[in-house]
């Protein structure tokens, strides 16, 4: 089976599971990925990696995978989808919903709860081919060889969601400074997108910290792997560093955590809960109350008790 991998990297890490589900089922299972993705699915075992290069035709990667696959999942009616039915995949599989039907020629009838985690998404699909997703080693981190460096500290103000993720950046430089006092080891994380909080906040802390862009994101999970800590706004970077095996401190604004928190018990979330957040927007038509509330005291507390 072929699967189509979400393009958002929240959805891809939390896509991960059901992969694994697949693979573990005994069923050859593929992925096909843009490009930039084909470092992060070559960290889950047994898959294999169909990556196209930016603008690529879906005639042209039909041509590439025509014959191959017996079957394909899609998501949504994206490329992969267009891919799929171009390529003539005799099963074509994919949950009924709007667009995306006429790509398939098996709909599946899976439903989730408007309150479950997103990662219950995926999970349905494999679960309604019959396919057991209840095992834990489908939830653990990837591994990829590298230990955490002792006391290392990665703070990443920036958002790629938008400016109301973002924290105020003179909080950051209190958390940072806390840090820097307590003998940590602290490294800036800077992500496209956003308002390049990221070299901002190193610009001000100076030469006590190391800096980095992180772009690819998926090139930067050995990076990540070497923070056992991570501190971060919402946005895909702490779900890579999840993915990566670092424990995450994640500051919430319009995001709602029960629906898109990192996955793995050992992260914790911080957030100034308002009365018109969850509200999803990348623009604040108030006053970014979610933002400004959050005290640094809050997130310090939660900080310092990862880092006891």
């Given at each position: 089976?072929?699967?189509?991998?979400?393009?958002?990297w929240?959805e891809?890490?939390?896509?991960?599971?059901?992969?694994?589900?697949?693979?573990?089922?005994?069923?050859?299972?593929?992925?096909?990925?843009?490009?930039?993705?084909?470092?992060?699915?070559?960290?889950?075992?047994?898959?294999?990696?169909?990556?196209?290069?930016?603008?690529t035709?879906?005639?042209?990667?039909?041509?590439?995978?025509?014959g191959?696959?017996q079957?394909?999942?899609?998501?949504?009616a994206?490329?992969?989808?267009?891919a799929?039915?171009?390529?003539?995949?005799?099963?074509?599989?994919?949950?009924?919903?709007?667009?995306?039907?006429?790509?398939l020629?098996?709909p599946?009838?899976?439903?989730?709860?408007?309150?479950?985690?997103?990662?219950?998404?995926?999970?349905?699909?494999?679960?309604?081919?019959?396919?057991?997703?209840?095992?834990?080693?489908?939830?653990?981190?990837?591994?990829?060889?590298i230990?955490?460096?002792?006391?290392?500290?990665?703070?990443?103000?920036?958002?790629?969601?938008?400016?109301t993720?973002?924290?105020?950046?003179?909080?950051?430089?209190?958390?940072?400074?806390?840090?820097?006092?307590?003998?940590?080891?602290?490294?800036?994380?800077?992500?496209?997108g956003?308002?390049?909080?990221?070299?901002?906040?190193?610009?001000?802390?100076?030469e006590?910290?190391?800096?980095?862009?992180?772009?690819p994101?998926?090139?930067?999970?050995?990076?990540?792997?070497?923070?056992?800590?991570?501190?971060s706004?919402?946005?895909?970077l702490?779900?890579?560093?999840?993915?990566?095996g670092?424990?995450?401190?994640v500051?919430?604004?319009?995001?709602?955590?029960a629906?898109?928190?990192?996955?793995?018990?050992?992260?914790?979330?911080?957030?100034?809960?308002?009365?018109?957040?969850?509200?999803?927007?990348?623009?604040?038509?108030?006053?970014?109350?979610?933002?400004?509330?959050?005290?640094?005291?809050?997130v310090?507390?939660?900080?310092?008790?990862?880092?006891?």
């Amino acid at each position: 089976m072929l699967v189509a991998a979400p393009e958002r990297w929240d959805e891809a890490c939390f896509a991960v599971p059901a992969l694994r589900a697949l693979v573990a089922s005994g069923l050859g299972t593929g992925i096909l990925c843009p490009r930039e993705q084909r470092d992060f699915w070559e960290t889950v075992e047994g898959l294999a990696v169909i990556d196209y290069a930016p603008k690529t035709k879906a005639k042209i990667t039909a041509a590439e995978i025509r014959g191959n696959w017996q079957a394909s999942l899609a998501w949504d009616a994206g490329f992969a989808a267009e891919a799929f039915k171009i390529a003539g995949i005799p099963r074509r599989l994919g949950r009924t919903d709007g667009k995306l039907k006429k790509y398939l020629t098996h709909p599946l009838g899976f439903a989730v709860g408007p309150l479950e985690h997103r990662v219950r998404f995926y999970l349905s699909a494999a679960e309604e081919l019959g396919i057991p997703t209840a095992r834990p080693e489908f939830f653990a981190p990837c591994d990829i060889g590298i230990e955490p460096v002792a006391g290392a500290v990665l703070l990443c103000p920036g958002s790629d969601f938008g400016l109301t993720y973002e924290w105020p950046i003179e909080r950051w430089v209190e958390i940072a400074g806390k840090l820097l006092e307590s003998g940590r080891r602290v490294t800036v994380a800077s992500v496209d997108g956003g308002r390049g909080l990221g070299k901002i906040l190193a610009d001000k802390l100076g030469e006590g910290v190391e800096f980095f862009h992180a772009a690819p994101l998926a090139g930067a999970l050995p990076l990540l792997a070497v923070h056992g800590l991570v501190i971060s706004a919402d946005g895909s970077l702490p779900h890579l560093a999840a993915h990566a095996g670092a424990t995450c401190v994640v500051l919430f604004g319009p995001n709602d955590p029960a629906w898109k928190r990192p996955l793995g018990k050992r992260h914790a979330i911080v957030r100034r809960h308002v009365e018109c957040a969850p509200c999803f927007l990348s623009k604040c038509p108030m006053d970014l109350r979610c933002q400004k509330e959050l005290d640094a005291e809050r997130v310090w507390d939660v900080v310092a008790g990862k880092l006891g």
